[in-house]
């Protein structure tokens, strides 16, 4: 068997369909698959590679913590330079209430964070999520996700949590004494790709402030630099209690973050003492990577022209069967009339050394969240193949 039969036969699937291409090697904005075929890359892993492929100095970074230790001790026993370092340049960038990182080994897991330090903040049950959002994927995290399609076959779930619509003045209404906190993404992502309105966000942030209700951003997918700052919630003039941090946040190895204030995150040393545990959670060499990347991703600037390249997109994209693009920095979303049709131009652009998919409740847009060093050649190129698979396939 080679080794796409093997992937097919022992490798767990999540879907009868998937790409099943063997890349071998990945730089920059490409990867190469087994026959030698280029790809350029539109999605970055879904918002990870923000900083591009096996950037060298995270490469270098790994190899060199690696070569000094790896696992010592369960999190949070051990002094461990590369978590303490990197803790405290994101402390740095961030507001002065968020000042307290808890590692963790996934976005997931950093939203299960949350939703615990909430609870045993306020001493309250309710949980406020959005119709629409994505947070995760085990069993906390998928309570939360805005969509009864994607939950319904894991019932029963957390009780106590509450969909409302994001953008919608009714909403804050529903928040009260008995929220422990509201979980929003600061720009929704799965949804298609919808910034919060300036005025709706701000509101909600005062109406949290005002029932003593814990505002949680999850900026998992939109964080370090996609939306065209480094944190999106700073286009939006709120900073929230709690950050969710993932993805990008690793360079490229497996690692996320749920950031509050000391006071806040205080509440998990006692009663029960320990009250969040992981072993794994902010592992030495996936801080140094995630610290590599983020460095180099202030170093060379890579934030000062994504939102000129996401308008260069939008530019380039025009044509009868684009229903719309929406677009906030170097995260689109390519609108067609159906997921059928969206479905056969992805296919030709993967076909075409463009790799690049769709969203998860907007099955009819195509996703376009390169790493943030794509050229304006390499843009250019991207639209002349995604308009080219419109013609093709129609
Ligand atoms: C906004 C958002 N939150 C949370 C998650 C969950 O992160 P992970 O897949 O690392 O558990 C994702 C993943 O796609 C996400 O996009």
């Avoid at 060499?285 to 995630?290: D, F, I, K, P, S």
């Amino acid at each position: 068997m080679n080794n796409r039969q093997l992937f097919l036969q022992h490798v767990a699937q999540t879907s009868d369909a998937p790409l099943a291409i063997e890349m071998v090697k990945a730089s920059g904005m490409y990867m190469e698959d087994a026959q030698g075929k280029q790809y350029l890359d539109l999605i970055a892993g879904i918002s990870v590679c923000n900083v591009g492929h096996c950037h060298p100095a995270v490469v270098k970074a790994i190899q060199e913590q690696a070569a000094s230790y790896m696992h010592l001790l369960v999190y949070g026993e051990f002094v461990q330079s590369p978590q303490v370092a990197y803790a405290k340049l994101l402390s740095d960038h961030l507001p002065e209430n968020l000042d307290c990182v808890y590692f963790t080994n996934s976005g997931s897991e950093a939203t299960e964070g949350a939703m615990k330090l909430a609870k045993r903040h306020t001493g309250r049950t309710e949980i406020i999520a959005f119709k629409n959002s994505y947070h995760g994927s085990t069993q906390g995290s998928l309570s939360l996700i805005g969509d009864e399609y994607w939950r319904n076959a894991y019932r029963p779930l957390l009780p106590d949590v509450q969909h409302l619509s994001y953008n919608s003045f009714e909403s804050i209404a529903q928040i009260t004494t008995r929220t422990a906190c509201v979980i929003a993404e600061t720009v929704q992502a799965e949804a298609g790709v919808h910034p919060p309105a300036k005025e709706w966000i701000q509101a909600l942030r005062k109406k949290c402030t005002e029932t003593g209700t814990l505002l949680v951003l999850d900026e998992i997918q939109c964080g370090l630099g996609r939306n065209g700052t480094l944190w999106a919630f700073e286009q939006f003039g709120v900073v929230p209690d709690v950050l969710l941090l993932g993805k990008a946040l690793g360079a490229g190895m497996p690692l996320g973050a749920f950031i509050a204030s000391k006071d806040i995150m205080w509440c998990l040393t006692n009663n029960p003492v320990l009250g969040h545990i992981t072993t794994f959670g902010g592992h030495p060499v996936n801080c140094a990577a995630g610290m590599a990347g983020m460095k180099a991703l202030l170093a060379e600037q890579m934030i000062k022209d994504v939102a000129a390249k996401g308008a260069l997109f939008v530019s380039l994209l025009k044509h009868p069967s684009i229903k719309a693009v929406r677009c906030l920095g170097l995260m689109l979303a390519v609108e067609f009339d159906s997921f059928a049709v969206n479905k056969k131009v992805i296919d030709y652009c993967i076909a075409n050394g463009v790799i690049t998919d769709w969203f998860l409740f907007a099955p009819e847009c195509l996703r376009i969240v390169p790493p943030l060093i794509i050229s304006e050649a390499e843009i250019k190129h991207a639209c002349e193949v995604i308009l080219q698979g419109i013609d093709a396939t129609a």
